[in-house]
């Protein structure tokens, strides 16, 4: 049996709630907005000097995963590959913020895909991971 359609989870075009049905989650428009609202990842702060030279020098730098979380499945470095050159202990939102250079690669560590995965799951939640 087909299940019924929801009302759109979006917060509509005036922000007081979208009344479209849609069979879930958000409506077209509010996909649309949302995705407008968040920009490039050019205009995030995402272009050729972060690929250059944040991400290209911290890989270089751990070629490695430096990942021990224990919340991963383990207590000791992870040592996997690195594919993701990833801010820390602050964030990027944090670095522009303070006024700091957001692309200094004394601010990343490199990361396996798995380890990012999970990071970024537990530090940036959404959909169906609120806190």
């Known amino acids: 049996m087909p299940r019924a359609w ?3 989870s979006g917060p509509g075009p005036d922000g ?4 479209e049905a849609v069979p879930s989650g958000r409506c ?13 990842a050019g205009e995030r702060g995402y272009d050729h ?14 070629p490695l995963c430096v990942c021990t979380d224990r919340g991963h ?11 993701h ?10 670095l522009v913020a303070a006024g700091d250079d957001p692309n200094d690669p004394a601010r990343g560590r490199g990361l396996c895909g798995p380890c990012h995965g ?8 959404g959909g169906w991971n609120q806190r």
């Open 6 to 8: 929801k009302v759109c």
């Open 16 to 19: 007081s709630g979208c009344v």
């Open 28 to 40: 077209p428009g509010c996909v649309a907005r949302a995705e407008a609202a968040r920009g490039t």
């Open 49 to 62: 000097r972060h690929r250059r030279h944040f991400r290209r020098r911290v890989l270089r730098k751990e």
């Open 73 to 83: 499945g383990h207590g000791h470095q992870c040592l996997r590959p690195s594919r």
């Open 85 to 94: 050159a990833d801010h820390w202990p602050r964030d990027r939102r944090d």
């Open 118 to 125: 999970k990071h970024t799951a537990a530090e940036q939640p």
